[in-house]
Structures are given as C-alpha cells and as structure tokens.
C-alpha cells in the first residue's frame, strides 16, 4: 500500500470482483511480495534473538522447546508456499 495509496481503498470497500484485477495488478507491480519476505525475516530473527536471551536451562525438554521454536521460524521463512 505504501507503492499504492489506492490500493487501500479497494481493500476496505465492499467487495467488487473488478476490484480483483486492481489489486492483482497493483501486487505483481508492486515490491509487496518482496517486502512481506524481508518482514519475515526481520521478525523471524527478532524471535530467534528473544529466545536466545532466555535464560539457559538444564532442562531437555526446555532446550528442545527452545529449538523447535528457532526452527519453525527458519521454516517459515524459506518455504516458498
């Protein structure tokens, strides 16, 4: 939306299926796909930081838990569907 202030109104008004094409065009012109990636990335390292600064623990269960977590976020990030 930041590419395409118009792009805002289609979305909030009522649901027109020529609006479809509008935004359909206004994406593939956009970097939208490309920023919400760089988002995701972004956040996903912020999460990976977080639970790196928790405190350590002895406990495996904890450690697994810690890992999983990391691990969904790396997931996330470079699935492509």
């Known amino acids: ?27 593939w012109k956009s970097r939208g796909i490309q920023r919400t990636k760089e988002l995701a990335i972004k956040h996903a390292n912020l999460v990976a930081a977080a639970i790196d600064s928790l405190p350590e623990s002895s406990n495996i269960d904890v450690t ?18």
């Open 1 to 27: 939306m930041e590419e395409f202030p118009r792009l805002k109104s289609v979305i909030q008004q009522v649901f027109d299926p020529a609006d479809v094409d509008t935004a359909l065009e206004y994406l």
């Open 64 to 81: 697994k838990s810690r890992q999983a977590l990391i691990n969904i976020t790396r997931i996330l990030i470079t699935r492509n569907k």
